[in-house]
């Protein structure tokens, strides 16, 4: 809806509503006319007014439209003040359709359409009772009958036969008591199915409207004095509406922010794996690649080294070219170890552990139950916990030992290093940790540190693992 068109529907609604206070002050059957005069305006302004800003706020919702259709459906309820004959009596039908207008925006919340077919079928069926239920009534009842002794009269009796009155009257009732109580069993139904953020946004609407529904039926049913209290939830139904379409866009902020932040977590698992895979690429080719090919140059130079005579400057050098050679090879090898050992591919977390252990310069203790293979990710990022927490404690620590325990329950990974050095680290100052937190993060893992000075250090890492 664009500004003008939105200002143009504001001047009508207007008029509309000045129209209906003069209506109300004018007519001389109406009980109570300066408080109809009043608030029988404000109410269908109510609607209006919040309707045109929610259908300027959220155009892709239908909720705002049918705001402002109850609005003026209110307005045309109102007409039966009126003392001319032809407007009293038709009031009793066009007056009618706002509870269908009504039924249809709170079944309808928060997108203003109807989704489902018993939907349809309960607004369809609302759109027929509220303005014809009570008509059969009128037939058979003059406006004495019904407590109207000023009322101009009715055009569409037949016949005053207050038995028959009676009858029309109680099928009225029942139809308005039967509908209520199916929208009542749907709307909870609707409640329950919502997830509890969603239920932010309906409870306020749903309270609102079936507590004005019940005491509309309430009302139809005899209890009179139930009119005003309905009168006033009525009137307070705009603000229950637009509270939860302002509820309705945040759930709506809040399921984007949810959606892009599973897909950044996608992303850093991604990036992640594409890393491990790196790793595996690279340490396969090291090993196939540059190691094979220094292990054949190797057994050439044996192959010299036993052509060589016994004793002079040419065996010399092949001697130290042979040890520089194994030099390299054990280099070698400890990199692309630390790439990506094979181990970890080939047979699995725990055996890869001790032999990570089996290199370390001081005692190790290994407690590891995994009980089987784990993902690939969560098997590199614990292993690469372990690494780097066994160097950083042989850099630092001046432990005596160490130990490493990993565990797998509850749906987590959890490892954990220990050792009984100097203690006194911090993550902050160290890539490496700083790296491992971003590593066991695009898990949605937590990796934290435990270094009080002179008491060691702990380093715990968890990880979730989808059920086997």
Not at 87 to 96: K, N, P
Not at 291 to 313: F, I, K, M, N, Y
């Amino acid at each position: 809806m664009s500004a003008a068109q939105a200002r143009g529907v504001a001047v009508v609604g207007l008029l509309a509503g000045f129209g209906v206070a003069a209506l109300e002050l004018s007519s001389n059957h109406q009980e109570s006319r300066t408080i109809w005069a009043i608030f029988a305006p404000i109410v269908g302004w109510n609607f209006i007014a919040t309707g045109l800003y929610a259908w300027r706020r959220r155009p892709e919702s239908r909720v705002g439209a049918l705001m402002v259709v109850l609005g003026f459906a209110w307005f045309l309820f109102r007409i039966g003040a009126s003392d001319a004959s032809a407007v009293y009596t038709s009031a009793f039908i066009i007056g009618g359709l706002w509870g269908g207008v009504f039924l249809h925006l709170g079944l309808s919340f928060p997108t203003g359409r109807l989704e489902a077919r018993i939907d349809r079928i309960l607004v369809a069926a609302g759109y027929v009772i509220f303005p014809l239920a009570f008509v059969p009534t009128r037939l058979f009842s003059s406006p004495s009958d019904i407590d109207c002794s000023g009322c101009p009269d009715n055009l569409l009796l037949i016949r005053d036969d207050a038995g028959l009155a009676d009858v029309a009257h109680g099928v009225g009732v029942a139809l308005y008591a039967g509908l209520f109580l199916i929208v009542l069993a749907r709307a909870c139904r609707k409640w329950l199915a919502t997830d509890p953020f969603a239920r932010l946004q309906l409870t306020p609407v749903y309270v609102c409207s079936l507590l004005t529904f019940l005491l509309v039926t309430a009302d139809t049913a005899g209890a009179h004095d139930a009119w005003w209290a309905a009168f006033v939830a009525t009137g307070l139904m705009p603000f229950a509406y637009l509270g939860g379409l302002l509820r309705s866009h945040v759930v709506q902020l809040n399921a984007q922010l949810r959606d892009r932040l599973e897909d950044l977590r996608a992303s850093r698992a991604r990036l992640v794996q594409a890393g491990d895979a790196e790793r595996r690429r690279l340490e396969r080719d090291l090993h196939d690649g540059a190691q094979a090919r220094l292990v054949g140059v190797s057994l050439l130079l044996r192959t010299a080294r036993g052509r060589a005579p016994a004793d002079g400057e040419l065996t010399h050098l092949l001697d130290r070219a042979m040890e520089e050679l194994d030099q390299g090879l054990t280099e070698l090898r400890e990199l692309a170890h630390g790439i990506h050992p094979a181990v970890l591919t080939d047979r699995g977390l725990e055996p890869a552990l001790e032999a990570l252990v089996a290199r370390a310069p001081l005692p190790v203790h290994v407690d590891a139950a995994c009980d089987g293979r784990l993902p690939p990710p969560v098997e590199s990022a614990a292993y690469f916990v372990v690494s780097e927490a066994l160097t950083n404690i042989a850099k630092y620590a001046r432990a005596t030992e160490a130990s490493v325990a990993v565990r797998r329950s509850n749906g987590r990974v959890t490892v954990e290093v220990a050792d009984d050095g100097v203690g006194g680290a911090d993550a902050s100052r160290g890539s490496g940790l700083r790296g491992l937190a971003d590593r066991v993060a695009a898990l949605d893992g937590t990796l934290s540190l435990d270094s009080p000075p002179g008491h060691g250090t702990r380093l715990r890492a968890e990880i979730p693992v989808r059920p086997r």
